[in-house]
Protein backbone atom coordinates (compact mmCIF):
# COMPACT_ATOMS: atom_id res chain seq x y z
CA UNK A 1 0.00 0.00 0.00
CA UNK A 2 0.83 3.64 -1.01
CA UNK A 3 2.09 4.91 2.62
CA UNK A 4 3.55 8.36 1.47
CA UNK A 5 3.14 11.39 3.56
CA UNK A 6 0.83 13.88 2.36
CA UNK A 7 -0.80 17.12 3.62
CA UNK A 8 -1.29 17.48 7.66
CA UNK A 9 -4.64 17.46 9.03
CA UNK A 10 -3.92 18.32 12.32
CA UNK A 11 -1.45 19.03 14.79
CA UNK A 12 -1.72 18.31 18.43
CA UNK A 13 0.24 18.71 21.79
CA UNK A 14 2.45 15.34 21.21
CA UNK A 15 1.64 14.38 17.49
CA UNK A 16 1.20 15.34 13.97
CA UNK A 17 -1.62 13.93 11.82
CA UNK A 18 -0.97 13.60 8.05
CA UNK A 19 -2.56 12.28 4.97
CA UNK A 20 -1.49 9.60 3.10
CA UNK A 21 -2.77 8.36 -0.79
CA UNK A 22 -4.99 5.52 0.98
CA UNK A 23 -8.17 7.29 2.21
CA UNK A 24 -8.03 5.04 4.86
CA UNK A 25 -5.05 5.64 6.14
CA UNK A 26 -3.14 8.21 8.12
CA UNK A 27 0.23 8.90 9.67
CA UNK A 28 0.65 9.67 13.39
CA UNK A 29 3.97 11.29 13.46
CA UNK A 30 5.25 11.89 17.23
CA UNK A 31 6.75 14.87 18.49
CA UNK A 32 9.89 15.56 21.43
CA UNK A 33 7.08 18.16 22.80
CA UNK A 34 5.79 17.41 26.35
CA UNK A 35 2.70 19.73 27.77
CA UNK A 36 1.22 19.17 31.23
CA UNK A 37 -1.57 21.04 32.98
CA UNK A 38 -3.71 21.83 30.05
CA UNK A 39 -0.45 23.08 28.39
CA UNK A 40 0.10 25.89 30.74
CA UNK A 41 3.19 24.10 31.33
CA UNK A 42 5.70 23.43 28.06
CA UNK A 43 8.59 21.56 27.18
CA UNK A 44 10.23 18.86 25.12
CA UNK A 45 11.66 15.04 26.44
CA UNK A 46 14.43 14.25 24.16
CA UNK A 47 13.91 11.11 21.53
CA UNK A 48 10.27 11.42 23.21
CA UNK A 49 8.58 10.83 20.21
CA UNK A 50 11.11 7.99 18.71
CA UNK A 51 10.53 6.26 22.46
CA UNK A 52 6.78 6.98 21.95
CA UNK A 53 6.09 5.75 18.80
CA UNK A 54 8.17 2.44 19.26
CA UNK A 55 6.45 1.92 22.76
CA UNK A 56 2.36 2.91 21.39
CA UNK A 57 3.27 0.47 18.57
CA UNK A 58 4.63 -2.42 20.64
CA UNK A 59 1.39 -2.25 22.84
CA UNK A 60 -0.49 -1.96 20.26
CA UNK A 61 -0.46 -4.87 18.15
CA UNK A 62 -0.12 -6.80 21.55
CA UNK A 63 -3.38 -5.42 22.09
CA UNK A 64 -4.76 -6.50 18.66
CA UNK A 65 -3.12 -9.27 19.49
CA UNK A 66 -5.44 -10.21 22.57
CA UNK A 67 -8.63 -9.47 20.58
CA UNK A 68 -9.00 -5.53 21.08
CA UNK A 69 -9.52 -3.97 17.85
CA UNK A 70 -7.13 -1.09 17.15
CA UNK A 71 -6.20 1.28 14.32
CA UNK A 72 -2.98 0.24 14.51
CA UNK A 73 -1.92 -0.78 11.26
CA UNK A 74 2.30 -0.69 10.88
CA UNK A 75 5.39 0.89 12.46
CA UNK A 76 6.28 3.51 9.51
CA UNK A 77 9.80 4.93 10.82
CA UNK A 78 11.34 6.27 14.05
CA UNK A 79 8.51 8.25 14.42
CA UNK A 80 5.83 7.81 12.12
CA UNK A 81 3.07 4.96 12.69
CA UNK A 82 0.13 4.25 9.94
CA UNK A 83 -3.25 4.15 11.60
CA UNK A 84 -6.40 3.81 10.30
CA UNK A 85 -8.25 6.86 10.06
CA UNK A 86 -11.55 7.37 12.62
CA UNK A 87 -13.78 9.52 13.87
CA UNK A 88 -12.73 10.53 17.16
CA UNK A 89 -15.12 9.87 19.79
CA UNK A 90 -14.32 12.94 21.84
CA UNK A 91 -14.30 11.42 25.54
CA UNK A 92 -11.04 10.30 27.29
CA UNK A 93 -11.23 7.12 28.90
CA UNK A 94 -9.65 6.84 32.18
CA UNK A 95 -8.95 3.88 34.58
CA UNK A 96 -7.84 3.91 38.07
CA UNK A 97 -6.19 1.44 39.68
CA UNK A 98 -4.50 3.68 42.19
CA UNK A 99 -4.88 7.10 43.28
CA UNK A 100 -2.40 9.22 42.08
CA UNK A 101 -3.15 13.06 40.01
CA UNK A 102 -6.66 15.05 39.92
CA UNK A 103 -8.62 12.72 41.73
CA UNK A 104 -6.64 12.80 44.73
CA UNK A 105 -7.43 16.57 45.16
CA UNK A 106 -11.03 16.47 43.56
CA UNK A 107 -12.41 13.68 46.25
CA UNK A 108 -9.59 14.07 48.69
CA UNK A 109 -8.13 10.50 48.24
CA UNK A 110 -4.71 9.93 49.61
CA UNK A 111 -1.81 8.82 46.67
CA UNK A 112 -1.71 5.14 46.47
CA UNK A 113 -5.33 4.45 47.54
CA UNK A 114 -5.85 1.20 45.48
CA UNK A 115 -9.11 1.14 43.72
CA UNK A 116 -10.33 -3.31 43.50
CA UNK A 117 -11.87 -3.33 40.78
CA UNK A 118 -10.38 -0.39 38.69
CA UNK A 119 -12.41 2.69 38.82
CA UNK A 120 -13.35 4.35 35.01
CA UNK A 121 -13.90 8.11 35.17
CA UNK A 122 -14.55 10.07 31.72
CA UNK A 123 -13.59 13.00 30.67
CA UNK A 124 -14.86 15.32 28.05
CA UNK A 125 -12.18 15.98 25.17
CA UNK A 126 -11.86 19.75 25.03
CA UNK A 127 -8.68 21.45 25.67
CA UNK A 128 -10.61 24.84 26.02
CA UNK A 129 -12.73 23.16 28.63
CA UNK A 130 -9.57 21.88 29.90
CA UNK A 131 -10.62 18.39 29.69
CA UNK A 132 -13.75 18.28 32.46
CA UNK A 133 -14.99 15.11 34.59
CA UNK A 134 -18.33 13.84 33.26
CA UNK A 135 -20.71 11.09 33.62
CA UNK A 136 -22.22 8.55 31.36
CA UNK A 137 -25.48 10.31 31.45
CA UNK A 138 -23.39 13.57 29.49
CA UNK A 139 -22.24 11.47 26.53
CA UNK A 140 -25.44 9.80 26.15
CA UNK A 141 -27.53 12.76 26.41
CA UNK A 142 -24.85 15.00 24.17
CA UNK A 143 -24.65 11.94 21.82
CA UNK A 144 -20.77 11.66 21.65
CA UNK A 145 -21.58 7.99 22.17
CA UNK A 146 -24.54 5.60 21.81
CA UNK A 147 -25.15 3.05 24.54
CA UNK A 148 -23.81 0.04 22.34
CA UNK A 149 -20.25 2.35 22.03
CA UNK A 150 -20.11 3.51 25.66
CA UNK A 151 -20.46 -0.71 26.33
CA UNK A 152 -17.81 -1.73 24.33
CA UNK A 153 -15.29 1.54 25.38
CA UNK A 154 -16.15 0.50 28.81
CA UNK A 155 -15.11 -3.19 28.71
CA UNK A 156 -12.26 -2.85 25.80
CA UNK A 157 -11.16 -0.31 28.36
CA UNK A 158 -11.21 -2.94 31.64
CA UNK A 159 -9.54 -5.39 29.10
CA UNK A 160 -6.80 -3.00 28.17
CA UNK A 161 -6.19 -2.55 31.74
CA UNK A 162 -6.14 -6.40 32.71
CA UNK A 163 -3.55 -6.91 30.04
CA UNK A 164 -1.28 -4.29 30.31
CA UNK A 165 -1.14 -4.50 34.28
CA UNK A 166 0.41 -8.11 33.47
CA UNK A 167 2.65 -6.47 31.23
CA UNK A 168 3.87 -3.85 33.32
CA UNK A 169 4.13 -6.01 36.81
CA UNK A 170 6.16 -8.34 34.50
CA UNK A 171 8.77 -5.95 33.74
CA UNK A 172 8.77 -4.73 37.07
CA UNK A 173 6.23 -1.60 36.76
CA UNK A 174 2.91 -0.87 38.48
CA UNK A 175 0.21 0.48 35.95
CA UNK A 176 -1.61 2.84 38.28
CA UNK A 177 -3.79 4.98 35.92
CA UNK A 178 -4.11 5.48 32.08
CA UNK A 179 -5.63 7.52 29.71
CA UNK A 180 -7.32 5.72 26.16
CA UNK A 181 -9.20 7.53 23.56
CA UNK A 182 -11.47 5.58 20.94
CA UNK A 183 -13.34 6.38 17.43
CA UNK A 184 -15.38 5.29 15.06
CA UNK A 185 -13.80 3.55 11.39
CA UNK A 186 -14.45 5.90 8.64
CA UNK A 187 -14.77 2.86 6.43
CA UNK A 188 -16.82 0.40 8.96
CA UNK A 189 -18.23 2.39 11.79
CA UNK A 190 -16.26 -0.19 14.61
CA UNK A 191 -15.26 1.35 17.41
CA UNK A 192 -11.24 1.09 17.47
CA UNK A 193 -8.85 1.67 20.38
CA UNK A 194 -7.00 5.33 18.94
CA UNK A 195 -4.23 7.46 19.65
CA UNK A 196 -1.60 6.38 22.17
CA UNK A 197 -0.57 4.20 24.86
CA UNK A 198 2.44 6.03 26.04
CA UNK A 199 4.21 7.18 29.50
CA UNK A 200 2.74 10.61 28.70
CA UNK A 201 -1.00 8.95 29.26
CA UNK A 202 -0.30 6.35 31.90
CA UNK A 203 1.32 6.47 35.25
CA UNK A 204 3.99 3.88 35.66
CA UNK A 205 5.30 3.42 39.37
CA UNK A 206 8.58 1.47 39.13
CA UNK A 207 8.04 -1.65 41.82
CA UNK A 208 10.53 -1.81 43.62
CA UNK A 209 11.28 1.94 44.48
CA UNK A 210 8.05 3.03 43.88
CA UNK A 211 9.64 6.47 41.42
CA UNK A 212 7.15 6.99 39.33
CA UNK A 213 8.46 6.53 35.41
CA UNK A 214 6.20 8.85 33.25
CA UNK A 215 4.95 12.01 32.33
CA UNK A 216 4.84 13.01 36.24
CA UNK A 217 8.86 13.69 36.36
CA UNK A 218 8.17 16.40 34.19
CA UNK A 219 5.01 17.55 35.25
CA UNK A 220 6.84 18.00 39.20
CA UNK A 221 10.16 18.83 37.97
CA UNK A 222 11.80 15.67 39.44
CA UNK A 223 14.82 14.99 36.77
CA UNK A 224 15.37 12.42 35.01
CA UNK A 225 12.73 12.45 32.44
CA UNK A 226 14.37 11.18 29.55
CA UNK A 227 15.61 8.38 31.59
CA UNK A 228 12.81 6.92 32.76
CA UNK A 229 11.34 6.87 29.26
CA UNK A 230 13.94 5.06 28.19
CA UNK A 231 13.91 2.62 30.88
CA UNK A 232 10.43 2.14 30.24
CA UNK A 233 11.43 1.51 26.74
CA UNK A 234 13.84 -0.86 27.35
CA UNK A 235 11.84 -2.99 29.52
CA UNK A 236 9.35 -2.98 27.07
CA UNK A 237 11.22 -4.33 24.41
CA UNK A 238 12.65 -7.30 25.95
CA UNK A 239 9.45 -7.69 27.04
CA UNK A 240 7.62 -7.76 23.48
CA UNK A 241 10.57 -9.10 21.78
CA UNK A 242 9.52 -12.70 21.59
CA UNK A 243 5.52 -11.58 21.93
CA UNK A 244 4.13 -9.98 18.91
N1 LIG B 1 -6.71 7.01 14.12
C1 LIG B 1 -6.97 8.29 14.31
N2 LIG B 1 -7.73 8.97 13.43
C2 LIG B 1 -8.00 10.28 13.60
N3 LIG B 1 -7.58 11.01 14.65
C3 LIG B 1 -6.82 10.40 15.57
C4 LIG B 1 -6.48 9.01 15.46
N4 LIG B 1 -5.72 8.67 16.54
C5 LIG B 1 -5.59 9.79 17.28
N5 LIG B 1 -6.25 10.84 16.74
C6 LIG B 1 -6.33 12.23 17.22
O1 LIG B 1 -5.14 12.89 16.80
C7 LIG B 1 -4.69 13.80 17.75
C8 LIG B 1 -3.31 13.33 18.19
O2 LIG B 1 -2.51 14.36 18.53
P1 LIG B 1 -2.15 14.79 20.02
O3 LIG B 1 -0.93 15.59 19.84
O4 LIG B 1 -2.12 13.64 20.96
O5 LIG B 1 -3.42 15.69 20.30
P2 LIG B 1 -3.93 16.39 21.64
O6 LIG B 1 -3.24 17.70 21.72
O7 LIG B 1 -5.41 16.51 21.39
O8 LIG B 1 -3.61 15.45 22.78
C9 LIG B 1 -5.67 13.74 18.91
O9 LIG B 1 -6.63 14.76 18.78
C10 LIG B 1 -6.33 12.38 18.73
O10 LIG B 1 -7.63 12.36 19.23
MG1 LIG C 1 -2.84 13.56 22.95
Known sequence: MNFEKKAPIR????????ETAHPDHIIQYF???????????????KDKGVLNNSMSSWIFQYLQKQGIPTHFVQKLSDREMVVRKVEIIPVEMVVRNKAAGSITKRL???KGTPFEPPLVEFFYKSDALGDPLIGEGH?????????????????NTLLVDHYLRTVFREVGLELIDFKLEFGR?????????????????????????????????????LGGVEEAYQEVYRRLETYFKDRL
Open 108 to 110: GIA
Open 11 to 18: EGKAKILY
Open 185 to 221: CLKTGQLLLADEFTPDGSRLWDLKTGEPMDKDRFRQD
Open 139 to 155: ILYFKWATEDEMQTMVK
Open 31 to 45: KDDATAFNALKKGTI
